[in-house]
């Protein structure tokens, strides 16, 4: 952080996962560093994050929406809104059967900057919807409403209701003895978090951090709080926050 400030720096663009990271260690050591703005992607960005990196940077976070494919990009404004830039690629949005959904739908994307592999009509894993109406930014881009995750990481109660990855995060709310923190299914209505501790993490944790599930995010799951001493990591680098990991979901 010192470094950081002795730069000049007035931005960060990061993931979501490793601003937080950095965010989360300078809170501890009661640090600030007022920014112009910070830029996140390729990760979901989820609320708790966002709070505490506009607490430690003193200022508002943009996120943006893209992949590795090109095949869609969108930006958040100054009110949140994530407008979809339409110079960079035709986007629709399509249900299961391949069909135009006001509801939420795959993103299907035709790229116009991909000379070597052009993509057409391309459909990937994640979900959104479209948002009707003007934004108050007076921007004219269209807009959309991402879901908060992969639909492959789409995590279940034991009555088959999907719940949302950023409704999860209010568990983690007030706990800081936590390093890292992953949230897998393991079968029907069956959770494990599993969590990278810090030093001074004790079982009053773990039971407040079941109780935080119970009453945030839901009391139909079977939750159970398993420590280990890291999380796998993807190839990218980056490792799931949540992670669906129970066959039967597929039928879900």
Known sequence: MN???ASGAQFLRAYPSSSFEL????????LTLPLRS???GS?????????????????????FYGMAERVAYAAQCEHGHYHLNPEYSWVEILDEHD?????FGFVVGTTFHNDVMPLLRYRISDQARWVKGTCTCGRSYPRIELSSGKVEDQLFDREGTAVSASVITFAFKGLA???????????LGEWEVRVVPETGFTEGDSQALLAN??????DKIKVKVRLVDDLARLPSGKFKWVSQEWPGARRM
Do not use: W
Not at 99 to 103: C, L, R, S
Not at 179 to 185: G, P
């Open 3 to 5: 470094a950081l400030q």
């Open 23 to 30: 965010a989360r260690l300078a809170d501890q050591q009661g």
């Open 43 to 63: 990760e979901p960005l989820y609320p708790l994050q966002r709070e505490m990196l506009e607490q430690v940077f003193s200022c508002k976070v943009f996120d």
């Open 177 to 187: 003895n936590i390093r890292k923190s992953q949230v897998a299914q393991l079968g």
């Open 99 to 103: 069909k135009p959904t006001d509801d």
């Open 38 to 40: 910070v830029v996140t």
């Open 213 to 218: 599930i119970e009453h945030h995010v839901s």
